[in-house]
């Protein structure tokens, strides 16, 4: 007198057949392959790049900040860089918040 008549219709039928395991191993491999050539591939591109970029400021150039302020490096130091803004405004900033070096003579210009 069960009243579970779905669990006796279930018992009844045969078990899933198992998965290749060769087919799941392709599948991870598959995955990782693209992970790799969509992101991780183009993010160590990138920091490369950004890598180049800071290693290369010298004094005089026009640069911009992550938090987008503009300024020209006035003193490199190993970590540091010192940014003047303004008419004697001096500001001191770490060389990995350096976004973009601009073209000699753009501040001027804006």
Same mark, same amino acid.
Do not use: C, W
């Given at each position: *007198?069960?009243?579970?008549?779905?669990?006796?219709?279930?018992?009844? @039928? &045969? $078990? &899933?057949?198992? $998965?290749?395991?060769?087919? =799941?191993?392709?599948?991870?491999?598959?995955?990782?392959?693209? *992970?790799?050539?969509?992101?991780?591939?183009? @993010?160590? #591109?990138? @920091? /490369?790049?950004?890598?180049?970029?800071?290693?290369?400021?010298?004094?005089?150039?026009?640069? %911009? *900040?992550?938090?987008?302020?503009?300024?020209?490096?006035?003193? %490199?130091?190993?970590?540091?860089? %010192?940014?003047?803004?303004?008419?004697?405004?001096?500001? /001191?900033? @770490? #060389?990995? $918040?350096?976004? $973009?070096?601009?073209? #000699?003579? =753009?501040?001027?210009?804006?």
């Amino acid at each position: *007198m069960s009243f579970f008549i779905p669990e006796a219709v279930a018992q009844t @039928q &045969a $078990a &899933a057949p198992e $998965a290749n395991p060769i087919v =799941t191993l392709l599948m991870f491999g598959g995955l990782f392959l693209f *992970m790799y050539l969509f992101i991780i591939r183009p @993010q160590r #591109k990138r @920091q /490369k790049e950004h890598n180049e970029l800071v290693s290369a400021l010298n004094k005089g150039d026009e640069v %911009v *900040m992550t938090s987008g302020m503009l300024g020209k490096i006035t003193k %490199v130091d190993e970590n540091y860089i %010192v940014l003047e803004t303004g008419t004697n405004i001096e500001l /001191k900033f @770490q #060389k990995v $918040a350096v976004h $973009a070096v601009l073209p #000699k003579g =753009t501040i001027k210009n804006i």
